[in-house]
């Protein structure tokens, strides 16, 4: 039976929960214990699919379908443990989930309440899988004392009540303010966090505080002292260079040796971190550097391309360089010539987006690349932004479109290259949509399978012939227009096993240019890069001693 640790915050927002979880989870695994990270989000919404980018940052997607939170993304970097759809639920989740059940009749006429059906619904989603794993890390979103996180606390509280002692340990994550005008590190917001945490219930076994300046000794034990902690877990936690740092600087603070002291495992295996000092040395000590502009939509809110940008950083290491990424507005280049921005850069990547905003700019991005030979990766909606480019260009159809933002045209007056899918397989099952159907969780979700051209440079890249990667779409290029596409170079190199759905495209003499209709970024790692991203890196590795 797992261990659990809950992760809570206080104070403010935005402190590095997620990363914290992310880098406990990978040190315990370097004390050679297997970890499982989940997230418990308070919002009403049943999950994050349907919320703006720029209210919520990047959607990750499990290989099952689920789209979750960004922090499960932290999770699988760190831990290389792939998330499932039973390691994300939402408020709007566990309501759904609790009023579906009252409409059947399971709760034989009780009147439902927060407690306990509420509760009982968020114990009962904790203890899926807690057989499989000797700890199961759980964070919750949000700070402590916001009224739609009540139950989650309330639950968690009963949680660890109802465990055998010794099973559940409680971590707070807090804030510990610099005040400049009197150069001291405030602690009474801490202390106030830790108050009411206690008056719901939780006393926090382990703190950990985020501050940018050192923690004097004094204030160590003012914080143990009034939070009723042990002084040796209180941690700090300081801003990093890299997030990669973390695991290191979190054992260096002994956040795992808290945590098992905690638990009351003694001796403590121990740890084997040769993996993140592989990683911090890449990080750190890189041969080169090279510019990469990503041209997309939602650039203003960084954390919109957040594993993006992770997958970068991790193709980078492989290659021993340091990638700088810049972020272009895609809409720039509906009035202005690409060229004038995008001339020094060695490499271009547009990512995925939806809705018509930016996407002329994005096509004229991806035609720079090819005509200029700029090594060129475009994913989801950046491969079709590249195949409308081609058919426009290449192939003699200048009406070249997608049913995503022409529709309202008519066929007539547009080339629809893509096309708002219907149907397709998954696991051997027929799904079908409708254009009028829900937009949440109705999209082509989750991993499947693709199907290498022999030859081709994604077999090269991957070095098989057969592949598995995630998707989050509506929108696929229609197969019809692949003979007038590959006559004029565009080469659809990877497909669905049936044949009728193009996985990935690729420009012939062209020293790097490839579109996928899946998130490769989605499955890259500090210690594992995915190969497309790597190899991506070294082209542009290759331009920049060109340029």
């Known amino acids: 039976m797992a261990r659990y640790v809950f992760i809570t915050g206080g104070v403010v927002s935005s402190l590095g929960k997620g990363l914290a979880s992310a880098a406990l989870g990978a040190l315990l695994q370097a004390r050679g214990f297997s970890v499982r990270l989940r997230k418990l989000d308070p919002y009403l919404n049943v999950d994050p699919g349907t919320m703006s980018p720029f209210e919520h940052?990047?959607?990750f997607v499990t290989d099952d379908g689920a789209e979750t939170?960004?922090?499960?993304?932290?999770?699988e970097r760190f831990t290389g443990v792939a998330a499932r759809s039973t390691d994300s639920v939402s408020s709007g989740r566990i309501y759904s989930s609790v009023l579906e059940k009252e409409r059947r009749g399971d709760y034989l006429g009780k009147t439902i309440q927060v407690i306990p059906h509420v509760t009982n619904e968020i114990k009962d989603f904790l203890t899926i899988g807690a057989d499989e794993v000797d700890f199961m890390l759980c964070e919750i979103g949000g700070t402590v004392g916001d009224i739609e996180g009540l139950p989650f606390f309330e639950a968690i509280r009963q949680f660890g009540q109802e465990?055998?002692?010794g099973q559940c340990i409680f971590m707070h994550l807090t804030l510990l303010p610099w005040i400049a005008a009197s150069g001291e590190l405030k602690t009474k917001p801490t202390q106030h966090s830790v108050k009411e945490l206690r008056s719901i219930g939780i006393a926090p076994d382990v703190l950990v505080c985020r501050s940018e300046r050192p923690i004097p000794e004094k204030e160590r034990e003012k914080l143990a002292l009034f939070c009723n902690v042990r002084p040796d877990s209180v941690i700090a936690a300081y801003d990093l260079?890299?997030?990669y740092e973390a695991p290191l600087a979190y054992h260096r603070e002994g956040l795992d040796q808290a945590v098992l002291d905690a638990f009351g495992?003694?001796?403590?295996?121990k740890p084997n971190l040769a993996r993140w000092e592989d990683v911090a040395d890449r990080i750190f000590n890189p041969e080169g550097e090279v510019r990469v502009a990503i041209v997309g939509k939602y650039t203003q809110l960084e954390d919109a391309y957040k594993s993006i940008a992770e997958a970068l950083t991790h193709g980078g290491m492989a290659n021993r360089v340091r990638v700088r990424i810049e972020w272009v507005d895609a809409e720039r280049f509906e009035t202005e010539d690409p060229a004038r921005v995008l001339e020094g850069f060695h490499?271009?990547?547009v990512p995925g987006g939806f809705g018509e905003r930016g996407t002329e700019g994005k096509i004229s991005a991806a035609r720079f690349a090819r005509e200029r030979k700029v090594p060129y990766l475009g994913i989801c909606l950046g491969m079709q932004m590249a195949v409308i480019e081609a058919a426009r260009n290449?192939?003699?159809?200048?009406?070249?479109?997608?049913q995503e933002f022409d529709h309202e045209a008519g066929e007539e007056r547009f080339e629809p290259v893509i096309f708002h899918l219907r149907e397709w397989i998954k696991d051997n099952q027929k799904i079908a949509r409708d254009v009028l159907d829900d937009k949440g969780g109705t999209m082509r979700l989750g991993a499947y399978t693709a199907l290498l051209t022999e030859g081709s440079r994604v077999a090269e890249v991957y070095g098989t012939h057969r592949i598995e990667e995630?998707?989050?779409h509506r929108y696929e290029v229609d197969i019809k227009y692949r003979e007038a596409l590959e006559a004029h170079g565009l080469c659809f190199s990877g497909m669905s096993p049936d044949g009728r759905l193009p996985e990935i495209v690729e420009v012939r003499d062209h020293p790097w240019f490839i579109g996928v209709q899946f998130h490769p970024e989605l499955k890259s790692k500090p210690f594992a890069p995915h190969p497309l991203f790597a190899d991506f890196v070294r082209a542009a590795k290759e331009m920049s001693r060109l340029v």
């Open 57 to 59: 940052g990047e959607v």
């Open 69 to 75: 939170d960004l922090d499960l993304g932290h999770y």
């Open 163 to 165: 465990r055998p002692r």
């Open 241 to 243: 260079k890299s997030i």
């Open 265 to 269: 495992i003694s001796p403590a295996p």
């Open 347 to 349: 490499a271009i990547l």
């Open 394 to 402: 290449l192939a003699g159809m200048p009406r070249a479109g997608s």
């Open 470 to 472: 995630r998707h989050r």
